[in-house]
């Protein structure tokens, strides 16, 4: 079992920068990959960003490309989302999730967090 706890969302200006963490619980984090969804009003879950287990391996989707950044510390358990250049178009809850195998499809992610807010103001 893996419990997951976002931190980091809140308020942000368009063009600013913000990064959310995620924090799991347990002593194998190193085997799971781990990655960022997010989830804005009326729309479906979208994969933002992944990490395999040992972070030898990213993915992104093509509407982040270069202005995130995806990162994990797994002797802090912990992992990361470097959001910059925000656009409005970024606003939404972002949740972290983490599966036992690297995979870009949701359903392959069996842990989730909360999720976290960001909204990024014009």
């Known amino acids: 079992q893996v419990q997951l706890v976002e931190s980091g969302g809140g308020l942000v200006q368009a063009g600013g920068s913000v990064r959310l963490s995620c924090a799991a619980s347990?002593?194998?984090?190193?085997?799971?990959?781990m990655a960022w969804f997010r989830q804005a009003p009326g729309t479906e879950r979208d994969l933002v960003a992944a990490?395999?287990?040992?972070?030898?391996?990213?993915y992104y989707g093509d509407s982040v490309k270069v202005r995130f950044t995806i990162t994990r510390d797994n002797a802090k358990n912990t992992a990361y989302l470097q959001m910059n250049s925000l656009k409005t178009k970024d606003t939404a809850v972002y949740y972290c999730?983490?599966?036992?195998?690297?995979?870009?499809?949701?359903?392959?992610?069996?842990?989730w967090g909360q999720g976290t807010r960001i909204s990024v103001s014009s």
């Open positions: 999730a983490a599966s036992s195998a690297y995979t870009v499809i949701a359903r392959g992610y069996t842990y």
């Open positions: 347990g002593r194998t984090f190193s085997s799971y990959a």
């Open positions: 990490i395999s287990g040992l972070g030898g391996m990213t």
